[in-house]
């Protein structure tokens, strides 16, 4: 399926790993540079922010994104990672992205993918955000079956920032995304969701540990699969409460549904909490498709694979509308034709 031409026309594309800049504006204030760049404008902050995770793999490639404090963009920031003729030994990107002070700011980050050549695309994205700071994460994983996309999201938050995040996967063979996400300072809040669509032979994993270090704290882990075929969802969610985490507040939810007797959901939400002032919960289900509503459906004179069709919108609706009209221009028409497909349509 073609791009969305708010994709082609409006993005940062990073072609390989190497970041290619768009001849469109950025807002005002607004740092998007390579990583090997960043090491020259800001070198403080990027050596103190790669200081806290080491890694060893060739981290050459990546970004490196900077919103000063009181920033506020308010058009999304669209990032396009393309697998075009990848190297053999597969694309690794390193992205380290700061959020300043009472800055606002919305991120998609898409990725896709060309020809029958296996590869690899292994992306550790480091997030930082200061006091009052709002960050919306949106990542969309839609690359080519040939693909294994592995990412790692290390997110730490200060006072009264937030941080949102909401994840699809409708593509590559296989792909898991880890979040470790780190709540420091009181009242940061957290919100993450997750929905994986695969069919065929295609594996999604979703990993989320949320660490809840300061008072008064809110997260809220909301995941969704759904999977066909011989297909393979899980989602692991953890959340850790500190000592000093008192006041918190944590959900975590994973609602699943099974369109196959060969295809599986793992979901494993897990509570680790060292302090009595907490309100937690969490829940999980996996199920098949209403027989009830679809023969409701039928009964109106609504072909069987219409109905699953418009069930299976029913279903993933409420992660798409948690973004933003312009965001959603973007993804639901991709989407929508994976839908159509698992439901025996023929969109492509």
Not at 69 to 75: A, E, F, H, N, S
Not at 93 to 113: A, D
Not at 183 to 205: F, H, P, T, W, Y
Request: with cysteine; net charge negative; proline share 3%.
């Amino acid at each position: 399926m073609k791009l969305h031409s708010l994709i082609s026309t409006k993005a940062l594309s990073v072609v390989n790993g190497e970041l290619f800049m768009p001849s469109a504006d950025l807002p005002e204030g607004l740092l998007v540079c390579d990583l090997q760049s960043a090491f020259v404008t800001h070198p403080d902050k990027v050596k103190k922010m790669m200081a806290k995770f080491e890694d060893t793999r060739n981290l050459e490639n990546g970004l490196f994104i900077f919103i000063p404090d009181d920033l506020v963009i308010d058009r999304p920031l669209l990032i396009h990672y393309h697998a075009n003729n990848p190297p053999r030994e597969g694309i690794i990107i390193r992205n380290l992205i700061y959020c300043g002070k009472r800055s606002q700011v919305t991120i998609l980050e898409y990725f896709s993918g060309e020809g029958d050549v296996a590869y690899s695309h292994n992306r550790v994205t480091q997030l930082e955000l200061d006091e009052h700071s709002q960050l919306n994460h949106i990542h969309h994983q839609n690359e080519e079956d040939s693909a294994a996309h592995v990412a790692e999201i290390l997110v730490e938050q200060s006072a009264h920032s937030s941080y949102h995040s909401t994840s699809f996967s409708t593509g590559a063979k296989s792909q898991q995304q880890t979040w470790t996400i780190s709540l420091l300072g009181e009242d940061a809040r957290c919100l993450c969701r997750g929905m994986s669509i695969v069919n065929k032979a295609q594996q999604s994993n979703y990993h989320v540990t949320i660490h809840h270090e300061a008072r008064a704290c809110f997260s809220d882990q909301q995941f969704k699969a759904i999977a066909d075929e011989k297909a393979r969802a899980k989602y692991t969610g953890k959340v850790v409460v500190q000592s000093t985490g008192l006041q918190t507040t944590a959900h975590q939810q994973s609602s699943n549904l099974l369109l196959s007797s060969n295809a599986e959901i793992v979901t494993c939400p897990e509570l680790e909490i060292y302090t009595d002032e907490v309100k937690c919960s969490h829940g999980a289900s996996v199920g098949e498709l209403d027989s009830e509503q679809l023969f409701y459906l039928q009964s109106r004179g609504i072909p069987t694979d219409q109905a699953k069709e418009i069930l299976l919108h029913a279903f993933v609706h409420d992660h798409l509308d948690s973004v933003s009209p312009d965001i959603q221009s973007v993804i639901t028409p991709i989407i929508a034709n994976k839908l159509s497909q698992m439901s025996g349509g023929k969109s492509q």
